[in-house]
């Protein structure tokens, strides 16, 4: 089992931006989807961000605001995170899966890390 390491998590003001890292205890290669998902206080696990097939998938909310970046040769993830909201506070966790795993769907994805806090405030 794949073990996974978040990174990167502070307390930001509005309009700034984080970069989130997550470093694999093995090889990533393999997994067919790999991405990030968050869980604000009181809420659900949301699907931020996901790579599979070499395809982008990103909640609306996020759209055009977080970037997603895999690198399979340093077994590591990446979130790049701009003009942040108060309402993306939240732990972010990074997150792998197989075959077919869809974002939207946390039980699609067997590994997790422990995750790491973001939190935007004025």
């Known amino acids: 089992q794949v073990q996974l390491v978040e990174s990167g998590g502070d307390l930001v003001q509005i309009g700034g931006s984080l970069r989130l890292s997550c470093a694999a205890s093995?090889?990533?290669?393999?997994?067919?989807?790999v991405g990030w998902f968050r869980q604000a206080p009181g809420k659900e696990r949301e699907g931020v961000a996901c790579?599979?097939?070499?395809?982008?998938t990103y909640a609306d909310s996020v759209k055009g605001r977080f970037t997603i970046a895999r690198d399979d040769v340093k077994n590591t993830l990446s979130l790049q995170m701009d003009n942040l909201k108060r309402e993306d506070t939240a732990v972010y966790y990074c997150?792998?899966?197989?075959?077919?795993?869809?974002?939207?769907?946390?039980?699609?994805?067997?590994?997790w890390g422990q995750g790491t806090q973001v939190t935007v405030s004025s």
């Open positions: 997150v792998v899966g197989g075959y077919g795993g869809r974002c939207s769907n946390p039980r699609h994805f067997g590994a």
């Open positions: 093995k090889s990533i290669f393999d997994y067919w989807i």
């Open positions: 790579v599979s097939n070499g395809i982008t």
